[in-house]
């Protein structure tokens, strides 16, 4: 019987199971039960021991996938490579997202543990959670970095997600559960830290125009980025139970620069209002709720996206509103170590990209003196 969708679909159930074989591919099956329940399988041989192996449902899987799926199976059963017996042994071997509960245990004390857990909840875990950890080949490691990066994402975010699989993979190695690190031969890509794209009065104008047609919580946290400096991943996840509001301070508890305990952040009339705004429609321990319940809003990348579309704004990443934010503090007349401490910067080295800003600003301040002194100049040559 050559097996089509609309051959199977056809197909009714009798007192016993019945096994219908694939004229166009040796070895291929579709057993009916009694029940009505369609599942692919194939039929082959190991030595001389006649063998069947259970591929899936029919309607979980499609006669397409189903088929295709047959093709590889029964090629590695011609090399004498048994399917059943290989899926007994993944069996054993904890899936990936089993392993990532064991590894969080063992990085418990590590600085950066909640930003891996974030990372592992994100992306990780929905792609290879229910993978055998062994299956994970180096070809899945290059496509979930390309998949990161094409998401818009930073080349040093894309180096930070490799950096946690090369680490949970050599953290199995060690526990004997695998033998090679899949990502072992993936190479980080060179960073470039010093991009300072900032938007113009212009430009935040038109931005702010945009955003108005964004939903208010999306629009709310980009401005909380905007006038905090603050870094999307620290604004999205904010609790309530961190800002006092009476002080006007926000504590961020974990920050990049590793300070065990936390960065103060001072909130500024602007940031004040779009608080004072989410508080009105306050809803659990976030500031900035998610759609499921008890959880906060994890990307803005959608209205990002579509609002400097819209504001004819171009070259602009989200994380350039940090930039924008050190420019603001910078042309209103403070100094270099302002912006270190606002940025929450380790080091006075990382704030320098800034330097020419305020050179600029002092360059303005400069050129004011220099028009007072030709208008004085050319007062006198009138009288004389």
């Known amino acids: 019987m050559n097996l089509t969708k609309r051959v199977i679909d056809s197909l009714k159930p009798t007192e016993k199971r019945v096994e219908y074989s694939d004229d166009s591919l040796k070895g291929f099956v579709l057993r009916v039960y009694p029940s009505g329940r369609k599942s692919f399988m194939i039929r082959y041989r190991i030595g001389r021991a006649s063998k069947r192996y259970a591929i899936g449902d029919f309607g979980k899987w499609t006669l397409e996938q189903a088929r295709k799926e047959a093709v590889e199976l029964l090629r590695l059963a011609s090399k004498g490579e048994d399917p059943a017996q290989t899926r007994r042994d993944d069996r054993e071997v904890p899936t990936f997202g089993q392993f990532a509960e064991r590894y969080l245990v063992?990085?418990?004390?590590?600085?950066?543990?909640?930003?891996?857990?974030?990372?592992?909840?994100?992306?990780?875990?929905?792609?290879?959670?229910?993978?055998?950890?062994?299956?994970?080949?180096?070809?899945?490691?290059?496509?979930?970095?390309?998949?990161?990066?094409?998401?818009?994402?930073?080349?040093?975010?894309?180096?930070?997600?490799?950096?946690?699989?090369?680490?949970?993979?050599?953290?199995?190695?060690?526990?004997?559960?695998?033998?090679?690190?899949?990502?072992?031969?993936?190479?980080?890509?060179?960073?470039?830290?010093?991009?300072?794209?900032?938007?113009d009065e212009d430009e935040l104008g038109r931005l702010f125009q945009a955003l108005e047609k964004t939903s208010p919580v999306s629009r709310a946290a980009i401005g909380l980025m905007l006038f905090t400096g603050a870094r999307s991943g620290s604004v999205l996840s904010a609790r309530w139970a961190d800002i006092d509001m009476d002080r006007k301070q926000w504590r961020i508890p974990f920050t990049k620069g590793k300070?065990?305990?936390?960065?103060?952040?001072?909130?500024?009339?602007?940031?004040?209002?779009?608080?004072?705004?989410?508080?009105?429609?306050?809803?659990?321990?976030?500031?900035?709720?998610?759609?499921?319940?008890?959880?906060?809003?994890?990307?803005?990348?959608?209205?990002?996206?579509?609002?400097?579309?819209?504001?004819?704004?171009?070259?602009?990443?989200?994380?350039?509103?940090?930039?924008?934010?050190?420019?603001?503090?910078?042309?209103?007349?403070?100094?270099?170590?302002?912006?270190?401490?606002?940025?929450?910067?380790?080091?006075?080295?990382?704030?320098?990209?800034?330097?020419?800003?305020?050179?600029?600003a002092l360059r303005k301040a400069s050129s004011g003196i220099a028009q007072v002194v030709s208008l004085d100049k050319a007062r006198k040559q009138k009288k004389a």
């Open 106 to 199: 063992h990085a418990s004390g590590k600085i950066s543990l909640k930003d891996d857990q974030n990372k592992l909840n994100l992306r990780l875990i929905p792609a290879w959670g229910n993978r055998p950890v062994n299956t994970i080949t180096e070809r899945d490691v290059r496509r979930m970095i390309a998949s990161v990066k094409s998401d818009g994402r930073a080349i040093a975010t894309c180096n930070r997600y490799l950096a946690l699989i090369k680490t949970m993979f050599n953290f199995f190695i060690h526990e004997k559960i695998i033998d090679a690190n899949p990502a072992e031969r993936v190479k980080i890509e060179q960073e470039n830290n010093q991009r300072t794209r900032w938007l």
């Open 259 to 360: 300070k065990s305990s936390g960065q103060v952040i001072p909130l500024n009339d602007a940031a004040m209002e779009i608080l004072e705004s989410q508080e009105d429609v306050k809803i659990g321990m976030y500031v900035f709720p998610g759609q499921k319940p008890g959880a906060h809003l994890t990307t803005v990348k959608k209205p990002w996206a579509t609002a400097i579309k819209n504001a004819g704004i171009e070259d602009m990443k989200i994380h350039d509103l940090r930039h924008t934010f050190a420019s603001m503090v910078l042309n209103s007349g403070a100094e270099l170590y302002h912006v270190q401490q606002l940025l929450g910067h380790k080091t006075g080295a990382m704030t320098q990209r800034y330097a020419h800003i305020k050179d600029e």
